[in-house]
């Protein structure tokens, strides 16, 4: 540490820090414009001077000044007042003041270091701009507004497009008086490379940059800022809804830089997609279906018909009559709740949540070969990664902040090994781009083992003290030489042997995953042999080096924590295990269930078999989520009985005979658990709107109707029940996690949390390497489907879109749905890049507008899952993974053609 004194403080620095860092560290403030913690310094604004040594020491810039051993600083004298009142006041005279209308009005840098030193507006005559500065490129968009009467070019804007994001959107554009934020060509930001994230106008010191739907609707000192997690992917990020308590709405976002994990930033969807809240759309009152026809309700009535139709569905047919689905999208207590109405009211042990969809066999993959089925490292620890390993992951897109932590270690120096059917960012910049044929990828990760034995780079020392199997695995491998591998997978050999030797020697190495690879009737396998490659080099139970799932719901990762899942209980606990069984029944006061159980794909088999009668869809639409959506439908379609629980009227909840409207998650308290194991709070900002109710209470009422009386007073006591169940959580609770969330595992209070899995030892004890052999996917091209269909997520859409689709900027950027097509396939077609095209299977076919490129390779497609007015999940496959029964959602025959 370094030694100094600022305004005869002492003080201690890192070294390395400048001035003005080690002062805000320790809560001394230097008046500054441009200058933002996540940003190189750059002394734009001036203001920071200061004096070395003694007061009438020539000033310098604290921002671009590092601290030393001894060094004296002062921060104010009547010359540092002087000067920065003469730089306000030039400022000031190029700046249009007009505080009273502005909205950006007490959060504004320049009004308040104005105050502070007396600056006039008019200390140079009136307002500058003889004539007005043309700036169109955010126009014709429906985000940002950028007004350049109130810029002070400070460049944080510019900077942090560029250092931030890595996209480089926004530059400056002419000089002097007349300069201004634009794009290249001025061309407008929604046809731009901008990514719409919003970070221009979270780091804009004045109302420059500002979002168009918030205008008007309140000014920052006027709005009520409410921290909580953000409600679209498994990143967790923290933010602030900017709340008008007068019209109960959430009227903007913002961020604050230093928030974990995301450190004040966000993507577009985090920044924009809060329309959904308060859209006309939302569902306001119970319906009950009569003769065919939904009719509205009372809170009375529907409880009443969902208690009495579901009790006598379970006493008429038994435990598996009846199945009760959860939802990732909402709270850790509403899934831990939903799991114990199924199993105490329903009694059965049919529950599940939409990690079947997506990572159940990350679930089961990991558990089976470590112990633990979730993320070994931190967000964190992403920056320090020294070779990154992705595959079946598009993080840029699907895990924005997660890209941006990917971006600081390439920065840093870190090697990038991509293995991914299409061309995404990473891809575009990875040093080993393994564009491999889809559903290749055991074959390919075989292979990489099989050169890291041949060649002696794996970790003997590891592989011995920690884990067991190995000759097995070993001899499996025999069976896969680098040479077959390139033939099957379409790729050179070379860089099949290059991407493994860099992963074996990386310093550390870390992998990063995502449906890529559980979505293939091999999920659980391809799970398995990412945990078999993570060992052989011993790239795992140490900070920045680990095998790292990333879950793609808010809280997918807290509903699988939460037991709900037909074979676990809270905390992963095994509900076969007679110790578990008689805790959560002497806690519960009843005997829990002993049928099987299933997921949701064998809830829809069973209701199209006429076994199950009954289904409570809470959170989810599996008529546009699950594959094959005809098949689903026809299925859900012979149910006896069916309610959904909502904010919005779903596929599903066209279906149901009872409809729940429920609350969003501005609308309620609770937690979420991020993908990295970090349970964070989730805190009320409006109230539900109509007669919409919380969901924990619903549930409750519903348990309460169906015999089972259960009845809290806030989220915070069901945490405590659940956390009194659980080891994993018993030492997490409201209070501690209030500013900063926790990892679990955490089992005692004065635990910090545990921020890498596998340290010392695996879960399981040692780690189990599996011999994993290679099945290609369950339906391949032929004669009559020649192309290979694969589908994914994009940056702007979240799942089947009922919330992000709501947004407008979001809607002017991605409006329909779409498929990538190489343009050697196009041009034997006679494609061109937006016709419309006609994509079929042996399901089903759509219309969408093709985009003909180079991402995908030659006979493939892709398409984004988002839009269910062309759904693709029309088109996808039923065929399931073996362990989990995880749908085949990224490879199927598929034949396109230029629609009539």
């Known amino acids: ?78 010359e540092l007042s002087n000067r920065r009142k003469l730089i306000l006041e030039l400022l000031l005279s190029e700046h249009r003041v007009a505080c009273t209308s502005c909205d950006a009005e007490g959060a504004c840098d320049l009004q308040d270091q104005a105050y502070r030193y007396g600056a006039s507006e008019c200390a140079y005559g009136a307002f500058q701009h003889a004539e007005p ?59 731009s490379d901008c990514e719409l994230c919003g970070g221009c106008i979270r780091v804009c010191p004045t109302g420059a940059m500002r979002e168009k739907s918030a205008k008007g609707l309140g000014r920052a000192k006027d709005l009520v800022k409410v921290p909580t997690t953000c409600t679209y992917c498994g990143v967790g990020c923290q933010l602030d809804l900017n709340v008008n308590r007068r019209l109960n709405q959430v009227v903007r976002v913002t961020s604050e830089p230093g928030c974990i994990p995301n450190d004040g930033n966000l993507c577009v969807k985090g920044h924009f997609a809060i329309e959904f809240i308060n859209s006309a759309e939302r569902l306001r009152k119970p319906l009950i279906r009569e003769n065919g026809t939904l009719r509205e309700a009372t809170w009375a009535e529907a409880i009443e018909t969902v208690g009495r ?9 038994g435990p598996d009559g009846l199945a009760f689905l959860s939802s990732a999208r909402c709270t850790n207590e509403e899934n831990y709740l939903m799991q114990k109405l199924a199993r105490a009211a329903g009694r059965t042990n049919n529950i599940d949540q939409c990690a079947t969809t997506c990572h159940a066999p990350t679930v089961a993959g990991l558990a089976a070969a470590l112990g633990s089925g979730a993320m070994t490292n931190s967000i964190a620890e992403i920056k320090n990664v020294q070779t990154l390993f992705l595959i079946g992951a598009n993080p840029t897109e699907a895990h924005p902040i997660v890209g941006l932590e990917m971006k600081k270690a390439m920065k840093k120096g870190a090697r990038l090994i991509v293995c991914d059917p299409r061309e995404t960012w990473m891809a575009g910049r990875a040093q080993i781009h393994i564009k491999h044929s889809p559903g290749t990828d055991n074959m390919l990760i075989n292979a990489m083992m099989n050169h890291i034995v041949s060649k002696g780079l794996y970790n003997r020392e590891f592989v011995e003290a920690r884990c067991e199997n190995f000759e097995e695995f070993r001899r499996n491998l025999l069976n896969y030489p680098v040479a077959k591998a390139a033939e099957v997978c379409g790729v050179d050999a070379e860089l099949i042997s290059q991407a493994a030797e860099w992963y074996a020697a990386g310093a550390p190495s870390a992998i990063f995953y995502t449906l890529g690879i559980t979505e293939h009737t091999c999920g659980t396998e391809n799970v398995m042999n990412l945990a078999n490659l993570a060992m052989l080099c011993g790239q795992i139970g140490q900070e920045s080096s680990g095998i790292n799932p990333l879950r793609g719901q808010n809280n997918v990762q807290g509903a699988c924590d939460m037991g709900a899942n037909y074979g676990l209980l809270p905390g992963y606990q095994k509900i076969a295990e007679s110790s578990a069984r008689e805790k959560f029944s002497k806690a519960w006061g009843v005997p829990l269930p002993t049928n099987a159980g299933g997921t949701i794909t064998d809830f829809i088999e069973k209701a199209g078999a006429g076994v199950l009668k009954a289904l409570y869809c809470f959170g989810e639409d599996p008529v546009h989520s699950e594959p094959d959506s005809s098949r689903v439908l026809a299925d859900l379609q012979k149910l006896e009985f069916i309610v959904c629980q909502d904010i919005f009227m779903s596929g599903t909840a066209e279906l149901a005979h009872v409809i729940l409207p429920a609350s969003c998650y501005a609308e309620k308290d609770g937690t979420f658990t991020n993908t990295e194991r970090r349970v964070q709070r989730v805190r009320q900002a409006v109230a539900p709107p109509g007669e919409a109710k919380v969901d924990w209470q619903i549930i409750c009422e519903v348990a309460t109707a169906m015999g089972y009386p259960m009845s809290y007073r806030h989220p915070s006591e069901i945490w405590d029940e659940l956390a009194g169940l659980s080891p994993l959580f018993a030492g997490i609770n409201y209070e501690r996690i209030d500013r900063v969330g926790l990892q679990w595992p955490c089992p005692a209070a004065d635990h910090p949390g545990t921020r890498f899995l596998h340290k010392d030892r695996f879960t399981r004890g040692k780690g189990r390497f599996h011999a994993i ?16 269909l694969s589908t994914g997520r994009t940056l702007y859409n979240y799942n089947v879109g009922s919330m992000s689709r709501k947004t407008g900027v979001i809607q002017q950027k991605e409006p329909a749905n779409f498929v990538e097509i190489h343009a050697e396939d196009a041009a034997r077609l006679g494609i061109n890049n937006g016709d419309s095209v006609r994509v079929t299977t042996r399901r089903g076919s759509i219309v969408v507008q093709a985009r003909v490129s180079g991402r995908v390779r030659p006979g493939a497609l892709w398409m984004p899952f988002h839009h269910v007015e062309a759904s693709t999940n029309l088109l996808t496959n039923a065929a399931f993974d073996t362990v989990t029964r995880t749908g085949e959602y990224k490879v199927c025959a598929a034949k396109i053609e230029r629609a009539a």
């Open 1 to 78: 540490m370094v030694r100094l004194t600022i305004d005869n403080r002492p003080i201690k620095a890192q070294p390395g820090q400048t001035v003005l860092e080690a002062a805000l560290a320790n809560g001394i403030d230097i008046p500054r414009l441009c200058f933002d913690p996540r940003l190189a310094p750059t002394g734009a604004c001036r203001l920071c001077q200061v004096h070395l040594g003694k007061p009438d020491a020539e000033p310098v810039l604290a921002c671009v000044t590092l601290v030393s051993e001894g060094l004296k600083v002062i921060t104010e004298s009547p």
């Open 133 to 191: 500065v043309v700036c169109n490129y955010t126009s014709d968009n429906r985000g940002i507004e950028y007004d350049v009467e109130k810029c002070v070019r400070c460049g944080r804007c510019v900077r942090f497009c560029d250092e931030v994001q890595g996209v480089s959107a926004l530059t400056f554009d002419g000089r002097g008086i007349t300069m201004k934020v634009n794009t290249a060509h001025g061309r407008p930001l929604h046809t």
């Open 309 to 317: 139709r579901l009790t006598a569905v379970r006493d008429q047919y």
């Open 773 to 788: 052999e290679f099945k290609p996917a369950a339906e391949l091209p032929d004669e009559k489907y020649p192309l290979i």
